[in-house]
């Protein structure tokens, strides 16, 4: 009798530890299968954004040569490869360049105020706020794969079937406003 008086503890820590692993295990699957779902959610905005883009330099035509830069960072993009780390840097490159697009419309009262341009320009800021909320969900997703893969006791499990870190997702939008710098000095109230 003292044999079955055992044996349940056992048992029991054994079908715990059992599930804790497929549990532990299942949850590592839903992040990496959200943070993919997340990275879609962002290529379907960010090409979006691609689409935009001729039409936007066709209506800056005649105004300057930017144009031929957008167009070559664009092609360079859709040939280059799927890293994260790579897409971020093509996508800010994307980014510099149609800030710089815009800011040449500043120049120009008559392009400024062209409603072809300002329904273009109202489009793009419509979709940079779809690739942010896009951004910022894929950057949750993220957030909980890694912690869940530095955490005790899931790093093993993650070190097992070769879970890794992800990278963030970090862009600056093309339409995003630079804060003016404010610094304060000793004296009271007074700023550059």
Do not use: C
């Not at 897409?87 to 800030?99: F, N, T």
């Not at 040449?104 to 409603?115: G, H, Q, R």
């Not at 993220?142 to 530095?150: G, K, M």
Request: cysteine-free.
């Amino acid at each position: 009798m003292i044999m079955p008086k055992v044996l349940i503890p056992v048992l029991f820590i054994l079908f715990v530890s059992i599930a804790w692993f497929i549990g532990t295990y299942n949850r590592f699957i839903k992040y990496k299968n959200r943070i993919e779902e997340a990275l879609s959610g962002i290529d379907v905005a960010l090409k979006r954004r691609f689409n935009l883009i001729p039409n936007l330099i066709r209506s800056v035509e005649g105004y300057s040569e930017h144009e031929a830069k957008i167009f070559q960072t664009r092609n360079n993009y859709l040939t280059s490869s799927t890293d994260i780390s790579n897409r971020v840097e093509d996508e800010s490159q994307i980014s510099k360049s149609l800030r710089g697009l815009l800011a040449l419309a500043e120049a120009y009262p008559d392009l400024k105020a062209s409603t072809n341009f300002i329904d273009l320009q109202n489009s793009l800021d419509e979709i940079e706020e779809d690739i942010q909320k896009a951004r910022n969900r894929y950057n949750g997703y993220v957030v909980r794969f890694n912690t869940l893969v530095e955490s005790f006791p899931a790093a093993f499990i993650a070190r097992k079937f070769g879970f890794e870190k992800q990278n963030y997702f970090a862009l600056d939008l093309a339409t995003q406003r630079e804060l003016p710098e404010v610094e304060f000095s000793a004296s009271r109230g007074s700023m550059k």
